[in-house]
């Protein structure tokens, strides 16, 4: 596609159900990142996929946190039992190598709010 | 541990007038100075970007000028519009290594006419 496409734009649910996300990166980037953006807090790291593996999970919160890649294109990002603090925008961006000089391409974000 | 560090957090601007943001980083060991801009209800965009290998770094109104020695870069608008209102993040990595970018926590700008 033309850009990220990220899904969905809004979620609401309860406290202690499982989110799944969704991200659809531009056709023939390789690298797939996962960021968190809290009021106040800037853009948090959480993940990153080059091609299917992630050499970098470092910033996943906790074991509640999971994400695949598969194909090297949709990637998914879980939250299982989810909390009140889990309530943030999850932005995916995706680059055609994952060298730390690459632009990255964000989408919109999916907003999750934890009742 | 905050590895790159923004100010001001907010910043109110005349329409006209020059912003300018501020970050600092700890590792010696980025060489990679991007800033993206954020639109409300949208993502963050690459707006400017520059290495340490030069002083200064200009695109039309927006300079990014970085001073290697006290490890700080910061980004300045010149003649900044309405249309320039938008948070903004400058971030930093290495160019040699994979992985991702360390973000700063943000600036939201707004520029009154």
């Known amino acids: 596609g033309a850009g990220v496409s990220q899904s969905p734009s809004n979620k609401v649910t309860e406290k202690g159900k499982d989110v799944e996300l969704r991200c659809d990166p531009i056709?023939?980037?390789?690298?797939l990142y996962w960021y968190r953006q809290s009021l106040g807090q800037g853009l948090e790291f959480l993940i990153y996929?080059?091609?299917?593996?992630?050499?970098?999970k470092s910033g996943l919160p906790s074991d509640r946190f999971s994400a695949e890649r598969t194909g090297g294109s949709v990637s998914t990002l879980t939250i299982q039992r989810t909390q009140q603090e889990d309530s943030a925008v999850y932005l995916c961006a995706s680059s055609l190598r994952s060298s730390g000089a690459n632009v990255l391409t964000f989408g919109a974000g999916s907003r999750l709010t934890v009742l | 541990q905050q590895q790159v560090k923004q100010s001001p957090q907010s910043l109110i601007v005349q329409k006209g007038g020059i912003s300018i943001i501020n970050c600092a980083y700890e590792n010696t060991a980025f060489d990679y100075f991007p800033w993206y801009q954020q639109f409300p209800g949208k993502g963050p965009a690459l707006l400017i970007a520059i290495r340490p290998d030069v002083s200064e770094k200009k695109e039309g109104r927006f300079t990014i000028s970085f001073n290697k020695s006290a490890k700080q870069f910061s980004l300045h608008i010149m003649d900044s519009q309405p249309g320039d209102s938008a948070t903004y993040f400058c971030?930093?990595?290495?160019?040699?290594?994979?992985?991702?970018?360390?973000f700063g926590k943000g600036t939201k700008l707004s520029v009154k006419p």
């Open positions: 971030a930093a990595s290495r160019e040699g290594s994979q992985g991702n970018l360390i």
């Open positions: 056709s023939g980037h390789t690298a």
């Open positions: 996929f080059q091609g299917n593996s992630a050499p970098d």
